[in-house]
């Protein structure tokens, strides 16, 4: 197994909490592989400030109203932004990005809310339990 981590967030209208949210991602000692972000249609311009840090290069259309993704990369991490048309709460965003995760054979999704600030030491801790069979960490 290689152990690569796909990190997935799912927001709604918590933009700035969300960019710190990626920061503290992307700060790993132990870096993730990959960060998806499920924006459950949010209406307080939350693309345009994940274009105006780099962390996406695309902007959804306005009104858009099927479900939107882009793929970039952001310091040697690969950022996919899913919008979605409608808010499909928690449990719903976490769905279609754990989803994409598996289809893109990620080994681990490390999963979490946009107002979650991991340490920087945070998934270097969990990272003992990869060779561990049948672990859910």
Not at 42 to 53: A, V, W
Not at 71 to 83: P, Q, V, W
Request: net charge negative; hydrophobic share 35%; glycine share 4%.
């Amino acid at each position: 197994m290689n152990n690569s981590v796909c990190a997935v967030v799912v927001t709604y209208n918590r933009k700035e909490l969300l960019v710190k949210c990626i920061d503290s991602l992307i700060n790993q000692s132990l870096n993730v592989d990959a960060i998806y972000i499920v924006d459950n249609d949010s209406t307080d311009n939350t693309p345009e400030l994940l274009s105006d840090y780099g962390f996406i290069t695309s902007l959804p259309p306005v009104n858009c109203e099927s479900r939107w993704s882009c793929d970039d990369e952001y310091e040697n991490i690969h950022i996919k932004y899913i919008k979605l048309p409608e808010n499909m709460g928690g449990a719903g965003g976490f769905y279609e990005a754990v989803k994409e995760a598996y289809l893109d054979e990620y080994d681990w999704v490390w999963i979490m809310d946009d107002d979650a600030f991991p340490t920087e030491d945070c998934l270097k801790e969990l990272s003992p339990y990869y060779d561990l069979e049948d672990t859910v960490a």
